[in-house]
């Protein structure tokens, strides 16, 4: 009894030094530090808050790009109606100054004209004093030339033919006066056709002018209209500034947290097994700028898993850039613009990732090198300086007819071709090309 009385409290013994050996062999479990949960928590909820104001504000941004876009399509309608009329104010001034000139030659050949007139009815003024004395002195002052001429006549073939010669001295006398009067008529009347048309043609340019007037009028109105156009643009891309400002700040904080979680973690690695407080670095290399989604492989950029597009044209040796000819900046330039192939195209968008159109991929590529240009082919055409094709560079911006791209070196482009095909890769060359233009 005594002995099984003794076996069991050696069982006993040994079965609670077996739970403290085994207790002791396994690892001591570090219970989570409660302040560290709550700063998880609270930093959670703080990135949650953020993101979702990042989303509203990029909402907000998105919509004012928008109306900021169309608005330029309406200012651009009014400058196209002005250009319009202004094309038309221009050829009635030019049809103006030939009435002018025509008035000048037809004043000219009035005054001629009077000369002329003045002249003619001179001429039958002294025909008809000179006339009409000849017939005084033959009749009326007793003057015997004629008279003479008659009676001394041997006989009548002789009377007849003095007779005759008397009759053509009169019928001459009358003969130049009758030239002289048809001479003064016909003066007279080319004088009155030329003062008709002077009339014509004055009435002709004072029509013009009116109508002249009338577009002044239009053009003036539809410059108050694209002025104001200009005034809304100006407002809703500071509010856009400011906007995206709040954004990239907003950014800045979620990076901050982040960055934050991340110390934690790796306090509570180093507690949990200090071997682990060194990472070991497996991640991939890549092209991408925050919220980029480009990847690259060696040499070769292409569109992330992300990215709506993928293929060839969405893919791009980095050596196309590097090797070719142009500053360092413009490089830089082009090298940031390859990291978003293959996402969206979208008209008026103003964002890398979720999608833009072909200026303002160019103007937000530019920005953020704190380089503006303004959004809009029409604007992009006159901002930087113009460079020949045999003189581009990487960075460059080439302007099609409605459509923007920017060059990357080695005839290739990278632009925001249509919503079915994104940004992607062309030959630079695709089509005729209007202008080429560096903003560095």
């Known amino acids: 009894m005594k002995k099984r009385t003794r076996n069991k409290i050696y069982k006993g013994i040994l079965s609670v030094g077996t739970a403290i050996v085994l207790s002791l062999s396994l690892p001591f479990t570090v219970l989570a530090d409660p302040t560290t949960d709550a700063k998880k928590a609270e930093q ?7 993101k979702q104001s990042i989303q509203e504000n990029q909402n907000q941004l998105n919509q004012i790009n928008s109306q900021v876009g169309n608005l330029q399509s309406q200012q651009n309608a009014v400058n196209s109606q002005i250009s319009g009329l202004n094309a038309q104010i221009a050829e009635l001034m030019a049809n103006v100054s030939i009435l002018e000139s025509d008035i000048q030659v037809t004043e000219n050949e009035i005054y001629e004209t009077n000369l002329e007139l003045e002249a003619a009815i001179q001429r039958e003024n002294e025909q008809y004093d000179a006339t009409m004395t000849r017939i005084k002195c033959m009749y009326e002052q007793g003057d015997t030339n004629y008279v003479t001429l008659l009676v001394m006549s041997n006989s009548l073939s002789e009377f007849l ?45 004072a029509d013009l002018l009116d109508q002249k007037s009338e577009l002044d009028v239009k053009v003036s109105g539809l410059r108050s209209i694209a002025a104001d156009y200009e005034t809304q643009i100006a407002s809703a891309r500071r509010e856009a500034d400011a906007y995206a400002a709040k954004i990239r700040q907003q950014n800045a904080e979620v990076k901050a947290i982040e960055a934050q979680r991340a110390a934690l973690l790796k306090e509570e690695q180093k507690k949990l097994n200090p071997a682990a407080a060194t990472p070991t670095n497996t991640s991939t290399q890549t092209a991408s700028a925050p919220g980029g989604t480009a990847i690259m492989t060696g040499n070769i950029v292409s569109a992330g898993p992300n990215a709506r597009f993928h293929g060839a044209q969405y893919q791009v040796d980095v050596g196309v850039i590097t090797s070719a000819p142009g500053s360092e900046k413009g490089k830089e330039v082009a090298m940031y613009a390859i990291q978003f192939l293959g996402n969206p195209y979208v008209h008026a968008g103003r964002s890398l990732i979720t999608g833009t159109d072909c200026s303002g991929f160019t103007s937000l590529v530019y920005k953020h090198f704190g380089i503006n240009i303004s959004p809009g082919v029409a604007y992009q055409r006159y901002e930087g300086r113009s460079v020949s094709a045999a003189d581009m560079q990487p960075g460059d911006v080439i302007i099609y007819p409605g ?38």
């Open 44 to 50: 959670d909820k703080k990135e949650k808050e953020l």
């Open 403 to 440: 459509h923007a791209a920017l060059y990357l070196g080695s005839g290739k482009i990278i632009h925001a071709s249509s919503s079915a095909t994104g940004i992607k890769i062309s030959n630079w060359n695709y089509r005729s090309y209007v202008d080429i233009r560096r903003m560095l």
């Open 161 to 205: 033919s003095n007779a005759e010669y008397i009759e053509k001295v009169y019928q001459y006398d009358q003969k130049l006066l009758n030239d002289y009067k048809e001479t003064k008529r016909e003066v007279q009347e080319l004088k009155e056709e030329l003062e008709i048309r002077e009339e014509e043609l004055e009435v002709e340019k």
